[in-house]
């Protein structure tokens, strides 16, 4: 069974860059996942920031953008501010009309 | 502006089905052509697809779920529903619905606790 994998935790200085990833324990991530990033912070629906890959949502800043590096999506967020720290979760598209999650990422600002 | 409200019992015994339904307002679920999807997460975890259905009554299921969950729309009540079969406590989870366009919209979520 084909698994979506994310760093448990990442953390990034304010003002910093970090990148994020999604990738699959079988396989590469490509443009055919569809991959999308949800932000998350405790008690509130996930907001979704990216689709099909690097497609940006509705009010989301350009701080925020989706890419492929190498085998897996990736979401990097610039400029790092106190409030992006949340957890993210990436979704990806398997096939046959599936979509699975990764374990989310627990980003830190400090 | 769309919305979507999920709404059903937060509280449901081991082995017996959650029932849950969504009410969309803001567009309509047979003209979007979009699919409508369930996504639950249980506590202090992450993310989980359920699953999802076309108006049409077209549905695809988490492999994982597939054999314990169905799917329904009402048209008429511009709502779909959820039923899980057999739960146990491990169904415990705040239940999301969502409207599976480019950019997922999501509804607020519902706790849903499998206990006796």
């Known amino acids: 069974q084909t698994v979506v994998t994310q760093e448990p935790s990442f953390s990034v200085s304010p003002g910093g860059t970090v990148t994020l990833t999604c990738g699959l324990t079988?396989?590469?991530?490509?443009?055919?996942?569809?991959a999308s990033w949800y932000q998350q912070t405790p008690g509130q629906a996930p907001r979704t920031l990216i689709y099909?890959?690097?497609s940006r949502s509705s009010g989301v800043p350009d701080r925020f953008s989706g890419s492929i590096l190498g085998n897996k999506a990736a979401l990097t967020i610039t400029g790092a501010q106190a409030h992006d720290e949340s957890d993210y979760h990436c979704?990806?598209?398997?096939?046959?009309?599936?979509?699975?999650f990764g374990g989310g990422t627990k980003l830190t600002v400090l | 502006q769309l919305q979507l409200q999920e709404s059903g019992p937060g509280l449901v015994k081991p082995s017996e089905t959650l029932s849950l339904t969504c009410t969309v307002s803001?567009?309509?679920?047979?003209?979007?052509?979009?699919?409508w999807g369930w996504i639950r997460q249980p506590p202090g975890k992450g993310l989980e697809w359920i699953g999802c259905?076309?108006?049409?009554?077209?549905?695809y299921f988490s492999p994982s779920l597939k054999s314990r969950v169905t799917m329904s729309v009402d048209m008429s009540k511009n709502q779909f529903s959820l039923k899980l079969s057999s739960v146990t406590a491990a169904d415990t989870a705040v239940y999301y619905c969502?409207?599976?366009?480019?950019?997922?919209?999501w509804g607020q979520g519902t706790l849903v606790t499998v206990s006796s």
């Open positions: 079988s396989g590469s991530v490509s443009t055919s996942n569809y």
């Open positions: 979704v990806l598209f398997l096939g046959s009309g599936v979509w699975v």
């Open positions: 259905i076309f108006y049409s009554g077209s549905t």
């Open positions: 969502a409207r599976l366009s480019s950019g997922w919209s």
């Open positions: 099909n890959t690097n």
């Open positions: 803001g567009d309509s679920i047979t003209s979007s052509k979009s699919y």
